[in-house]
């Protein structure tokens, strides 16, 4: 890719009757990231694993076969792990299922226990990293060239984060249950519109930064010239307006309305500015 850090395939395909072109991405950053995240986790995932075969074999079993099948049927669903010792042994319990001392002459019935324990299988572990670090994008556009599905697909992260931010308690909006489809429907074009003005205003004040040359403080007091929206949002949480009469004239103030939060608004433009000057 244009961007060195990526690799791809392309592949024609279609799906639901609609020509498609899709890309296997590879991302060498991610591929050494999950490859360690991987090794810094097999160890606990082997204990786990453990924990569950021996759960699954505890009621034990009514002949050795039965036994043995169990422990290959779950082997065959879990490739990572080897047996690294299997023991089967066999014991008399009562046939009612009770415990405690059976009575004199009653039948009892043999049942098979299996212990066993597992270790890592280091070649089918090798095969899956092998493969981490992997993304398929796909579209409907099949002209699009790998660079741009790749850019488009980057730039997903910006919208995902502006709605983790109105789901989020911060935004402090009220919780609204609805049934009616079109309710829904409308509900979520608002919150795509206020998403929209949301992330212009981020843009903008970025941007207007970068020409300027100029910074603004972020939540820890320190110069950024890129600032989110909320914590813009935030710095004005004081500002208010109030009307005054003053012989039978109205006067309107805005209270704490700082130069600091004058210099944010005249960065963003007139069309702001007018509402506080």
Known sequence: CLDARYKYAAFDSKYGGIEQKWFLFHSEERHKSSIKRDIEKLEEKLAKSQTALNKSLVNGFACENDARLAVERWMSKHKRYILSDIEITSDNKKASGKVGRPK????????YSVSCKLSLNKEVIQKEQAVMGRFVLASNDTTIDPNTCLEYYKEQI?????????????FHASEVYLENSNR???????????????????????????????????QKGKPTHKPSAKWLFFMFRRVRQIKE??????????????????DIVRLLGPHVEKYYV
């Open 104 to 111: 004199k002459g009653e039948v009892l019935e043999k049942w």
């Open 184 to 218: 829904i429907a409308a509900l979520s074009m608002i919150m795509v519109l206020c998403l929209l003005v949301y992330s212009f205003t981020e843009w903008v004040i970025r941007e207007t930064l970068k020409i300027e040359k100029k910074q603004i403080r972020d």
């Open 158 to 170: 910006t919208v995902e984060r502006g709605f983790r931010f109105i789901k989020g308690n911060s």
């Open 245 to 262: 009469i003053d012989n039978s004239r109205i006067l309107v103030r805005i209270l704490n309305f700082t130069d600091e939060l004058r």
